[in-house]
Nanobody
Framework: VQLQASGGGLVQAGDSLRISCAASGRTFGRSTVGWFRQAPGKEREFVSA????????YYADSVRGRFTISRDNAKNTAYLQMSSLKPEDTAVYYC?????????????????WGQGTQVTVSS
């Protein structure tokens, strides 16, 4: 599975933004998808994840209630809708995929990674 994240940009605090993760390959529909982010000088951290069909979703405490993960398996694309953005959400956002029925919330659970898209939230 090859992944490409897109849709990042510069927004103001309180704005919304949706980023996308386009996947190649016919196994996307059988893959768990995760979003991670990495701010300058910090470790890459878990943001959200979705099971293969999207029935199970998981969120980091810092984004729960503001971010929503979704996926369209027919389009081989996953999304992260981000609302009420805060300056502390500023980071490079990465999508990842795992050929697993489980839904990992750690980096080590994912084998495939996209290149990342920059999200900057100004105050």
């Amino acid at each position: 599975v090859q992944l490409q994240a897109s849709g990042g940009g510069l927004v103001q605090a309180g704005d919304s933004l949706r980023i996308s993760c386009a996947a190649s390959g016919r196994t996307f529909g059988r893959s768990t998808v995760g979003w991670f982010r990495q701010a300058p000088g910090k470790e890459r951290e878990f943001v959200s994840a979705s099971s293969t069909g999207g029935a199970r979703t998981y969120y980091a405490d810092s984004v729960r209630g503001r971010f929503t993960i979704s996926r369209d398996n027919a389009k081989n694309t996953a999304y992260l809708q981000m609302s009420s953005l805060k300056p502390e959400d500023t980071a490079v956002y990465y999508c990842a995929a795992a050929s697993s029925m489980a839904v990992p919330t750690s980096r080590s659970g994912y084998l495939y990674w996209g290149q990342g898209t920059q999200v900057t939230v100004s105050s």
